[in-house]
Nanobody, 121 residues
Framework: QVQLVESGGGLVQPGGSLRLSCAAS????????MGWYRQAPGKQRELVAT???????KYADSVKGRFTISRDNAKNTVYLQMNSLKSEDTAVYYC???????????????WGQGTLVTVSS
């Protein structure tokens, strides 16, 4: 079994920064892709950024140039550095694993519990 522990959410003023972390625990053999999605009130969940095991990132157009995703494979941890935050970035941010092998079992998708990011003055 695999568990995700997210941290780093909170309240920040427009233009400020936050760093989210997500650590995966369990008998992890391999994780293909780790990433972040978000869901704002009344909206569908959307991709923010993902990063493969080889370090190749992908970003939503709305966060390009402001957010940076990184990954520590040794710690099975993914980070999201968010700069120049805007009110429209307010959402619950969810950590995601895509194709994780844990204890010999393939998990197609694993989700964290979510962490709230509020951008407001």
């Amino acid at each position: 079994q695999v568990q995700l522990v997210e941290s780093g959410g909170g309240l920040v003023q427009p233009g400020g920064s936050l760093r989210l972390s997500c650590a995966a625990s369990g008998r992890i053999d391999r994780i293909y892709s780790m990433g972040w999605y978000r869901q704002a009130p009344g909206k569908q969940r959307e991709l923010v950024a993902t990063i493969t095991s080889s370090g190749s990132p992908k970003y939503a157009d709305s966060v390009k140039g402001r957010f940076t995703i990184s990954r520590d494979n040794a710690k099975n941890t993914v980070y999201l550095q968010m700069n120049s935050l805007k009110s429209e970035d307010t959402a619950v941010y969810y950590c995601n694993l895509d194709h994780a092998v844990v204890g010999g079992t393939l998990y197609l998708e694993v989700w964290g519990q979510g962490t709230l990011v509020t951008v407001s003055s």
